[in-house]
C-alpha cells in the first residue's frame, strides 16, 4: 500500500490531503494512478480501462498532461482546455497499441477564488460530508446510471449489472466528450473523498458515509477494500477543510 500526504492553503481555510492505492487482489499490477500536488491544491485519481498496456498508458498520461496543464490557471476555461488536451494526448499515445487505451480521470482542484473544482470524467467518484449530510457529488458516466436514472430498468436488475462497466465518457474516448465541471464552496469540517470504483464497488456508501464521519484514514479505508475481496485496484484520496 502506497500512502501519501500534503497540506494546502486555499484563501482562509487549510486544507489536508491524504491518499493511498493498493493493487487489489485480482490484477497483478496497479492501473490506477493518484497525484496529490506537493505545492498547490490539487488532487487527481484515473482509473485504466482493462489490464493491458493501453490502461497503463492512458493513466499515466492523463494525469501527468492534467496536472500539467492545470499549472497556471484552474477555472472552467482552462479546466476543460485541459481535458481536451488529456483526450488528445490519450489518443495519441494508443495509436501504437493494440486494443483500447482509456481512462477515467476525477480531480480536485482548488481556485484562486477560495473555492474548489470536481473534474468528472468516467465511474470514478467524488463524495463529500458535511453537517453529517453525505452526498455523492459526481455522476457516473456509464450506460447503467443513464439507465437506473431514467427508470429504464432497476439498479438491481441483470441490464445494471451488464451495463455497470460500459462507459459513455472517459479519456481516450472517440468522441472526446467534455468533463463534468462542478463548484464547490470549503466550509470548516468539510471532508472529501474521490476514489476509484475499486473502492466504490466494495464498500457500500453507507459504509463511506461512515468512514468520513468517523475520520476513518485513507489506509484503513483501503484496507476494507482487500477485506470485502479486494476485486479491483483501489485508490482514495481524503480532503479535510479546516
Given at each position: 500500500?502506497?500512502?501519501?500526504?500534503?497540506n494546502w492553503?486555499l484563501?482562509?481555510?487549510?486544507?489536508?490531503?491524504?491518499?493511498?492505492?493498493?493493487?487489489?487482489?485480482?490484477?497483478p499490477?496497479?492501473?490506477?494512478?493518484?497525484?496529490?500536488?506537493?505545492?498547490?491544491?490539487?488532487?487527481?485519481?484515473a482509473?485504466?480501462m482493462?489490464?493491458?498496456?493501453g490502461?497503463?498508458?492512458?493513466?499515466?498520461?492523463a494525469?501527468?498532461?492534467?496536472?500539467?496543464?492545470?499549472?497556471?490557471?484552474?477555472?472552467?476555461?482552462?479546466?476543460?482546455a485541459?481535458?481536451?488536451?488529456v483526450?488528445?494526448?490519450?489518443r495519441?499515445?494508443g495509436r501504437?497499441?493494440?486494443?483500447?487505451?482509456?481512462?477515467?480521470?476525477?480531480?480536485?482542484?482548488?481556485?484562486t477564488?477560495?473555492s474548489?473544482?470536481l473534474?468528472?470524467?468516467?465511474?470514478?467518484?467524488?463524495?463529500?460530508l458535511?453537517?453529517?449530510?453525505?452526498e455523492l457529488?459526481?455522476?457516473?458516466h456509464?450506460?447503467?446510471?443513464?439507465?437506473?436514472?431514467?427508470?429504464?430498468?432497476?439498479?438491481?436488475?441483470?441490464?445494471?449489472?451488464?451495463?455497470?462497466?460500459?462507459?459513455?465518457?472517459y479519456?481516450?474516448?472517440?468522441?472526446?466528450?467534455?468533463?463534468?465541471?462542478?463548484?464547490v464552496?470549503?466550509c470548516?469540517g468539510?471532508?472529501?473523498?474521490l476514489?476509484?470504483?475499486g473502492?466504490?464497488?466494495?464498500?457500500?456508501?453507507?459504509?463511506?458515509?461512515?468512514?468520513?464521519?468517523?475520520?476513518?484514514?485513507?489506509?484503513?479505508?483501503l484496507?476494507?477494500?482487500?477485506?470485502?475481496?479486494g476485486d479491483?485496484?483501489?485508490?482514495?484520496v481524503?480532503?479535510?477543510?479546516s
Amino acid at each position: 500500500m502506497e500512502v501519501t500526504a500534503a497540506n494546502w492553503v486555499l484563501g482562509q481555510r487549510l486544507l489536508s490531503a491524504t491518499a493511498g492505492t493498493v493493487v487489489g487482489n485480482r490484477y497483478p499490477a496497479n492501473f490506477d494512478v493518484l497525484h496529490v500536488d506537493a505545492a498547490r491544491p490539487l488532487a487527481v485519481v484515473a482509473d485504466g480501462m482493462g489490464d493491458g498496456p493501453g490502461s497503463t498508458a492512458a493513466g499515466r498520461t492523463a494525469v501527468e498532461v492534467f496536472v500539467r496543464e492545470t499549472a497556471t490557471a484552474t477555472g472552467p476555461a482552462a479546466l476543460r482546455a485541459a481535458v481536451a488536451g488529456v483526450q488528445r494526448a490519450v489518443r495519441d499515445a494508443g495509436r501504437g497499441i493494440a486494443g483500447l487505451t482509456g481512462c477515467t480521470l476525477t480531480a480536485f482542484a482548488g481556485d484562486t477564488d477560495g473555492s474548489a473544482w470536481l473534474v468528472q470524467l468516467g465511474d470514478s467518484r467524488a463524495y463529500r460530508l458535511r453537517d453529517g449530510v453525505f452526498e455523492l457529488l459526481t455522476s457516473d458516466h456509464t450506460a447503467a446510471w443513464l439507465g437506473i436514472l431514467n427508470g429504464w430498468y432497476a439498479a438491481d436488475s441483470r441490464e445494471a449489472v451488464r451495463d455497470r462497466h460500459h462507459l459513455t465518457r472517459y479519456a481516450g474516448h472517440p468522441g472526446m466528450p467534455e468533463p463534468d465541471l462542478l463548484n464547490v464552496s470549503l466550509c470548516p469540517g468539510d471532508r472529501f473523498l474521490l476514489c476509484t470504483d475499486g473502492v466504490s464497488d466494495q464498500l457500500h456508501d453507507r459504509r463511506l458515509a461512515d468512514a468520513l464521519a468517523e475520520r476513518t484514514t485513507v489506509a484503513e479505508l483501503l484496507a476494507e477494500t482487500l477485506d470485502h475481496g479486494g476485486d479491483d485496484n483501489a485508490t482514495a484520496v481524503i480532503v479535510q477543510v479546516s
